[in-house]
């Protein structure tokens, strides 16, 4: 009876309504995207069918879900502008609305957002005494042509607070997949991702009683394929051993791992099998074993082999006396020679020496290394570098060194030449050199936010090219640049001399 009722009602019904056809469009070229490129501007720029009705009689909306964790209106424009800050899979849909009639047209489109900051060069500085990291990425322009991607305080820009105050220096740490950037800073030091520069940990978090040990402040971590060392401020040292090479699976002891000893600093490298040391107060060089497994922690001590000539005037290094200070570590492989080559700088009373010599296990796992084949001589930088001085080296071939606003070179016989003078008289505070395959660049680091990438190339020593590669400006003081490799297999490749 009702429905009769009805029925009749809307025969009766005289009255004039104004039906409308609700407005629907025809979307095309948004589309899925599983590589968009994490932290750079993306662009969609949809194409619409209006099917005849005025454009201007529509809205449109850009809504985003990450992870099922939330969601929001990324964008009220119809061409799409967004810089995705998180790695993940965004799910989203592209909404167009017909405002007079409210009719709605959508189309949904998943975005896999991807890292590429896997290599590149990381500079920290300081502005206003906060942190600042930074990232300059190199991209292949043409066959022979690379250009450089400035990153500026990527931090920041990625994540939108600070990352700390009074930064002292940057280390790495790798995984078989990615890295991680250890920033030591006065306000604490702690681990950044290598893939979207968040923060991972703590280093204080990172010690079994999720805190220092009593009187430790970071001065310089290296992590081996398995042993990880952090060096204090007071020379103890702390150790753990890694077992699967994933980051985070174990921590650091709060004991030190070697009694009667004040490490100065430490050196690794790839391949080198441990870990080597300057201990200060018995005046020695030393190591702790990285690999293999069965030996990783065992304590190494140096010895003068006694079968080997040592020019008289080389220090040994299992007694350097007292006051001698390392200034830098290095080493470089011969090829078909077992062991590694050292290079040192040390400095005894007011005068840096230069130092060369091998150093090789009787027998892998044997507690002493053996130093032969040493030689000494008065540095030929001597009269230009002090204390603050930066160093790297080309193998066998080139040694670099700074003094005020100048990169010498040295072609480790007679040659001392300026390689470039920065211009305006600021302090150069660090350096680093890069080389595989068709690259070789030494990355430069100033006290007035001044950045350089250098060609280090013969081409280029020799006038051929010009040096700089790259300037970037206003960044801070510079207190540390460092190439970053990516993970553990590109390291253990690129980075052997």
């Known amino acids: 009876m009702i429905a009769i009722i009805m029925l009749y009602s809307c025969i009766d019904d005289e009255g004039n309504y104004d039906y409308t056809e609700l407005k629907t469009v025809v979307i095309s070229n948004v589309s899925s995207n599983w590589s968009t490129p994490l932290g750079e501007e993306y662009v969609i720029t949809p194409v619409i069918d209006y099917g005849g009705a005025d454009s201007t009689e529509f809205v449109y909306a850009w809504v985003s879900e990450i992870q099922e964790e939330w969601s929001d209106t ?77 990153f500026e305080n ?67 971590a290296e992590y081996g394929s398995r042993l990880e060392a952090i060096l204090g401020t007071d020379g103890n040292l702390y150790t753990r051993i890694n077992p699967n090479g994933s980051f985070q699976v174990c921590q650091y002891n709060d004991v030190p791992a070697i009694s009667n000893a004040k490490i100065a600093n430490m050196y690794y490298c790839a391949y080198l099998g441990y870990i080597y040391m300057y201990d200060e107060l018995n005046h020695r060089m030393m190591g702790m074993y990285d690999s293999p497994q069965l030996y990783t922690e065992k304590i190494i001590y140096v010895s003068m082999h006694p079968d080997s000539t040592h020019l008289p005037t080389f220090t040994p290094i299992n007694n350097m006396g007292e006051g001698t200070q390392v200034m830098y570590i290095d080493s470089y492989s011969v090829e078909g020679a077992s062991g590694r080559d050292f290079v040192q700088i040390i400095k005894k009373g007011s005068d840096y020496y230069f130092q060369t010599y091998k150093a090789a296990f009787p027998a892998l796992g044997d507690a002493n290394l053996y130093v032969y084949g040493g030689k000494e001589e008065l540095f030929v930088g001597n009269g230009y570098v002090n204390d603050n001085s930066k160093y790297c080296m080309d193998g066998s071939s080139y040694f670099y060194f700074t003094a005020g606003n100048v990169l010498y070179y040295w072609d480790r016989v007679s040659k001392v030449e300026p390689y470039y003078t920065f211009p305006g008289g600021a302090t150069i505070l660090d350096i680093e050199r890069y080389a595989y395959e068709d690259r070789e660049e030494i990355a430069v680091g100033l006290d007035n936010g001044e950045f350089y990438i250098l060609d280090a190339s013969f081409e280029a020593m020799t006038g051929q090219k010009e040096k700089v590669l790259f300037k970037a400006e206003n960044l801070g003081r510079v207190v540390d640049v460092q190439y970053k490799y990516g993970n553990s297999s590109n390291f253990n490749q690129q980075s052997r001399q």
Do not use: C
């Open 74 to 150: 990324i964008s009220r424009e119809k061409v799409l502008r967004y810089t995705f800050k998180e790695i993940a899979r965004y799910m989203t849909v592209f909404i167009v609305e017909h405002v007079p009639t409210g009719s709605l047209t959508s189309k949904q489109i998943d975005i896999n957002t991807v890292s590429r900051y896997s290599t590149g060069w990381t500079i920290l500085s300081e502005q206003n005494n906060k942190s600042i990291l930074s990232y300059v990425r190199a991209e292949q322009a043409g066959e022979n042509e690379i250009t450089y991607n400035l």
């Open 154 to 220: 990527i931090y920041t820009e990625l994540r939108g607070d600070d990352l700390g105050t009074g930064p002292i220096r940057l280390g790495r740490h790798f995984s078989s997949a990615s890295d991680e950037i250890l920033v030591i800073q006065e306000s604490g030091a702690v681990e950044i991702s290598g893939l979207d520069f968040s923060k991972v940990i703590t280093t204080k978090e990172e010690f079994v009683k999720k805190d220092y040990p009593s009187g430790f402040v970071p001065k310089q």
